[in-house]
């Protein structure tokens, strides 16, 4: 099993930052690919942005070019970096841990980000 604590979370006003991380433990040598999904209310959860063991980083659309996704295997964790905050950046942020021949991903227990225009 896989555990993931994030933190990180907190109330910025539009156009601050936050930097959120998530520490892995458990059977963290089974990972392939750590992300960040967020899901505001009444919508979808939605992947922001993930990277995998092999370095490589994909965004969505809608965060590309604001948000940074890093990864220190030294710590086992992982960090978003969240500028030029909108807020439609507004929502739950889950940490997630893809293990291959599972089902979906391990989960965090999510961590509130409120952006106030």
């Known amino acids: 099993q896989v555990q993931l604590v994030e933190s990180g979370g907190g109330k910025v006003q539009a156009g601050g930052s936050l930097r959120l991380s998530c520490a892995a433990s458990?059977?963290?040598?089974?990972?392939?690919?750590m992300g960040w999904y967020r899901q505001a209310p009444g919508k979808q959860r939605e992947l922001v942005a993930v990277?995998?063991?092999?370095?490589?980083?994909t965004y969505a659309d809608s965060v590309k070019g604001r948000f940074t996704i890093s990864r220190d295997s030294a710590k086992n964790t992982v960090y978003l970096q969240m500028n030029s905050l909108k807020p439609e950046d507004t929502a739950v942020y889950y940490c997630?841990?893809?293990?291959?021949?599972?089902?979906?991903?391990?989960w965090g227990q999510g961590t509130q980000v409120t952006v106030s225009s």
């Open positions: 997630a841990a893809v293990r291959p021949y599972r089902p979906g991903p391990d």
């Open positions: 458990g059977s963290i040598f089974t990972i392939d690919a």
């Open positions: 990277t995998t063991n092999g370095g490589s980083t």
